[in-house]
């Protein structure tokens, strides 16, 4: 019996109930889901609680959990300030459509927290405060076009998607084509839309000045998160900062999924502040959530003040008590000293796993700081989500057979293979997933060398 055929039999053994929710949910759901990257082969598992960082399936295994609800919950499962507050709030009501007191202390918080923000506005996703962050920036200028990073997401709207997959249709880095993300999204946006490359100072400097005088805006992640948070070489992120300046297009930084990286997010950390910012996942501490916010100028077109030219934001949850209450105890307990130590561990985390693929003399790195990693199989450099894709496409098998081999030793992280530390762990389960990496590298090798032998040292 080969090894990864081993590996799936250990996998089918351990999660009977898991598989036969599955295959109902197939029965309702395309493809049994929901969420399109949380699928995966040969099913997924079905977990039913969650407890700091350690989450319980169906079947009744348990496991250090990595995804914390899509990178939203900064401090694990089942905070019990959290849940405190959202317990009390939800006994008064859910909201009433009306601002709610919490609503203004989290927004003068998030003022506090996020260098750009002199005025904010809540929506219910990350996806919405991009695509306010984008209209506002269109608003603002009078321009249409939108410059974006290649591999760069921005949510579930047709701008936020263009390009998100370094496709190798798209051609060389020099100049790439927008490609148009799935079907459904309208092919004339194409026309809109201009990509280019992450930590490529000098091919962004050429792009952006053929295009400058009908952009309205750059939408980018200061680090590229879902990838392993791969961070910005010096002078990148302060040339894209000087030249939109110059030219008065608008910089927009994402940070939904980074900002808990650090105390004042990643401009805070790289300082660097763009005009708007969009905030999602993490500052919800689990309840859905977005932000968006920045220059007041900007902003004030948003205002009723300022009469009937206003524009108007309707968005139904936008704001909503439970939320607000649930952002608030998440932000007021990722203090200073808090991100301090869980960084510590985190740095723990990345020496270890690295340690393990250093031991396996199978090919590996860990990118990240601080908070979200991921584990890619490649030695060479990875800058870009083109690095970070080529090395996941050359070597799909793998990392999907270390993904399962992971779930069986008890670590819970997303395909392909990313996910956040939370300030519930504590050594003891950054060194359980460790070990589990390294048992995982000790069964899948023979694979490796068979299918995958440029992993091999
Ligand atoms: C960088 C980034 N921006 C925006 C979004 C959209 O957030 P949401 O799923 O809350 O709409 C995501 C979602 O994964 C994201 O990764």
Redesign the pocket.
């Known amino acids: 019996m080969m090894t990864s055929e081993k590996l799936q039999t250990k996998y089918l053994s351990r999660t009977g109930e898991s598989a036969k929710l599955a295959k109902r949910a197939r029965r309702y759901m395309p493809g049994g889901d929901t969420h399109g990257p949380s699928y995966h082969l040969p099913y997924h598992v079905t977990f039913t609680k969650g407890k700091g960082c350690y989450v319980y399936d169906v079947d009744g295994n348990k496991y250090v959990d990595f995804c914390n609800q899509w990178l939203t919950m900064p401090h694990g499962h089942a905070f019990p300030p959290m849940v405190e507050a959202v317990q009390k709030r939800i006994k008064q009501s859910v909201g009433f459509g009306y601002p709610n007191e919490e609503q203004v202390e989290f927004a003068q918080l998030l003022c506090r927290r996020v260098p750009c923000f002199e005025h904010v506005r809540f929506v219910a996703?990350?996806?919405e405060a991009?695509l306010m962050c984008i209209r506002a920036a269109r608003a603002f200028t009078g321009k249409c076009k939108i410059m974006k990073l290649e591999g760069g997401?921005?949510?579930?709207h047709d701008l936020g998607e263009f390009n998100w997959f370094p496709s190798p249709e798209a051609g060389p880095i020099e100049k790439i084509k927008t490609m148009p993300p799935d079907a459904g999204v309208r092919g004339s946006d194409i026309k809109d839309v201009v990509i280019f490359p992450y930590n490529e100072t000098d091919i962004f400097k050429r792009t952006f000045n053929r295009h400058a005088k009908d952009v309205a805006a750059i939408i980018m992640?200061p680090m590229i998160?879902?990838l392993g948070m791969i961070t910005p070489e010096p002078g990148f992120l302060e040339t894209i900062r000087n030249m939109t300046k110059k030219h008065g297009v608008i910089l927009i930084f994402?940070e939904?999924?980074q900002f808990p990286s650090a105390y004042y997010g990643a401009q805070g950390l790289f300082k660097v502040s763009p005009d708007l910012t969009a905030l999602?996942?993490g500052i919800g501490g689990g309840l859905p959530i977005?932000v968006w916010g920045g220059r007041r100028d900007i902003m004030d077109l948003w205002n009723p003040e300022k009469g009937h030219d206003a524009i108007i934001q309707v968005s139904t949850h936008a704001g909503n008590a439970l939320s607000m209450v649930a952002g608030l105890a998440t932000l007021k307990h990722l203090t200073a000293n808090v991100i301090k130590q869980r960084n510590k561990r985190f740095r723990r985390l990345k020496s270890g796993l690295e340690n393990v693929f250093k031991d396996s003399g199978i090919r590996g790195q860990v990118t990240g700081i601080g908070y979200g990693f991921a584990i890619h199989l490649t030695d060479k450099p990875v800058r870009s989500p083109r690095d970070t894709f080529g090395a996941a496409m050359a070597a799909e098998t793998i990392v999907g057979l270390i993904f399962m081999g992971l779930r069986y030793y008890g670590v819970s992280i997303y395909p392909p293979l990313f996910g956040i530390i939370s300030t519930a762990m504590q050594d003891k389960d950054v060194d359980h997933a460790v070990h589990a990496l390294a048992k995982t590298l000790k069964e899948v090798r023979p694979i490796v060398e068979n299918e995958c032998p440029h992993l091999i040292v």
């Open positions: 996703s990350g996806s991009t997401y921005h949510g579930t992640e998160g879902p994402d939904v999924v999602g996942k977005g």
